[in-house]
C-alpha cells in the first residue's frame, strides 16, 4: 500500500462526518465569540486597573502628605505603577500568537512568545516586586516608631519575595517545560534533510 | 450583537471546510474530536478579523486547524513520545477491502507519526500541491518532497510490521 491508498479513506472521513454536530459546534462558537468581540483579554484590564488604583492612591497620598520620606515613596510606587503598565502593555506578554501563519514560523513565535514570558518573570525582582517594594518600605519609615517601621518594611520584602519565589517556580514548573516541547516541534521543522532522498509530492 | 458580514464569512467557510476540519480534529486528537474542533472554529472565528487576504482564505484556514491542533496537544500535556503502538497484526489491512477498515487503518497510522508529519500528510491526502503544502508548513518544495518521501517509506515498513 501507498500513501496515495489512502486518499480514499481520508476523503471518508472528511465525507463521515455529523453535519448537524458541527454545525451546532459552529453555532456555539459564535454565541460565544459575539461576547467576545467586545471583550478585552480580562488579565490586561485587571492589571491595569490595579496599576491605575495604585497610582490614584499614592497621588493622593502625594499631594496630601506633610514629610519628605511620605513624599519620596509616594514618588517611587507611582512611577513604580506607570513603569509596570509599559511594561505590560509595550512587550505584549499576553498577546496570543497568530494562528493563519506557516506552522513552522507559528511554533518559532510561540518559542520567542515564551522567551519574553520567561524574562520577564525571572526578572520580577527589577521592574515589578523590587520597585514597589522599595517605595512602600521608603514610606514606611515615614512612621514615628523605628521598630513599627522594621517591621512594616520587613513584612512589606517578605511579600515582595514571596511573590518573585512564585514566579520563578512558574517559569520552572510550567514555561521552561512549554518552552522545551516547544524548541522539540520546532527542531522537526529544522531537520536536516538529505538532497538524495527525492521523491514525487504530485 | 454579532457582526452579519463576519457571521456570513464564517458560515461559507464553515460550508467549504467542515468536512476537513472535522477530520483533522480527529486525527489529532481522536479522544476529544469535539473539542478540539470546538477550538479550532474558535481561532478560525478570532482569526478571521485579522486575515488579510494574503492567501487563499481554505489555505489561511488549514493553517489556523492545523497550528490549533498542534498547540491543543501541546497544553493537553500529550508528547510525541507517548503515541500508542499499534499491534502488528493490525497493521494489515483486511482481504475485503472494506472502506471503515482502510479508514481506520489510516487512522492507526496518523498516530504513529510525529504531529509535523501528520500534517504534511493530511495535506498531501488533501490533493494540495507541492508549493501549497510547503506555504501552509513553511516549508521548502524539497523539504516538503524529502518528508513524503520518507513518509513513504515509513508507511511501506509499518504495514510490513516493521516497528
Not at chain 1, 490614584?56 to 507611582?78: E, P, R, Y
Not at chain 1, 499576553?94 to 513565535?109: D, M, Q
Request: aromatic share 8%; glycine share 4%; net charge neutral.
Amino acid at each position: 500500500m501507498n500513501l496515495d491508498d489512502l486518499k480514499t479513506p481520508w476523503h471518508s472521513m472528511q465525507k463521515q462526518c455529523d453535519t448537524a454536530r458541527i454545525d451546532e459546534i459552529a453555532s456555539r462558537v459564535g454565541s460565544k465569540m459575539s461576547r467576545f468581540d467586545h471583550c478585552i483579554r480580562r488579565r490586561d484590564i485587571i492589571e491595569n486597573l490595579a496599576a491605575a488604583l495604585v497610582i490614584v492612591v499614592f497621588s493622593i497620598t502625594l499631594v496630601k502628605c506633610n514629610d519628605w520620606v511620605t513624599f519620596a515613596g509616594a514618588i517611587i510606587v507611582v512611577c513604580a505603577a506607570i513603569e509596570i503598565v509599559v511594561v505590560l502593555n509595550f512587550t505584549r506578554m499576553y498577546s496570543p500568537t497568530p494562528v493563519g501563519l506557516p506552522l513552522a514560523e507559528h511554533c518559532k513565535k510561540e518559542v520567542e512568545k515564551v522567551d519574553r514570558q520567561i524574562f520577564l518573570l525571572r526578572n520580577v525582582l527589577w521592574w515589578y516586586v523590587g520597585p514597589l517594594m522599595l517605595g512602600c518600605c521608603v514610606m514606611a519609615f515615614a512612621e514615628d516608631s523605628l521598630i513599627a517601621s522594621t517591621i512594616s518594611c520587613g513584612l512589606y520584602v517578605a511579600f515582595g519575595l514571596f511573590v518573585y519565589w512564585i514566579n520563578q517556580r512558574a517559569v520552572a514548573k510550567q514555561l521552561l517545560p512549554l518552552r522545551q516541547e516547544l524548541k522539540l516541534a520546532c527542531e522537526t521543522f529544522n531537520e536536516n534533510l538529505s538532497n538524495n532522498e527525492l521523491g514525487d509530492v504530485e | 450583537m454579532t457582526n452579519p458580514i463576519k457571521k456570513s464569512e464564517f458560515d461559507h467557510l464553515l460550508q467549504r471546510n467542515r468536512g476537513r476540519l472535522a477530520a483533522i480534529a480527529q486525527a489529532y486528537s481522536p479522544g476529544d474530536a469535539d473539542d478540539l474542533l470546538q477550538e479550532i472554529l474558535l481561532q478560525v472565528w478570532k482569526g478571521l478579523n485579522s486575515f488579510k487576504g494574503e492567501s487563499n482564505v481554505d489555505t489561511w484556514c488549514y493553517r489556523v486547524a492545523l497550528n490549533t491542533s498542534l498547540t491543543w496537544k501541546r497544553t493537553r500535556g500529550r508528547r510525541r513520545n507517548n503515541l500508542p503502538q499499534v499491534p502488528m497484526e493490525d497493521a494489515q489491512l483486511t482481504g475485503n477491502d472494506d472502506g471503515q477498515d482502510a479508514v481506520k487503518l489510516l487512522e492507526r497510522f496518523l498516530q504513529t507519526i510525529s504531529d509535523t508529519d501528520r500534517a504534511l500528510v493530511l495535506l498531501y491526502l488533501d490533493d494540495l500541491s507541492g508549493i501549497q503544502i510547503a506555504d501552509v508548513m513553511g516549508l521548502s518544495e524539497s523539504a516538503v518532497r524529502v518528508r513524503i518521501h520518507r513518509i513513504k517509506n515509513r508507511l511501506a515498513n509499518w504495514e510490513a510490521g516493521d516497528q
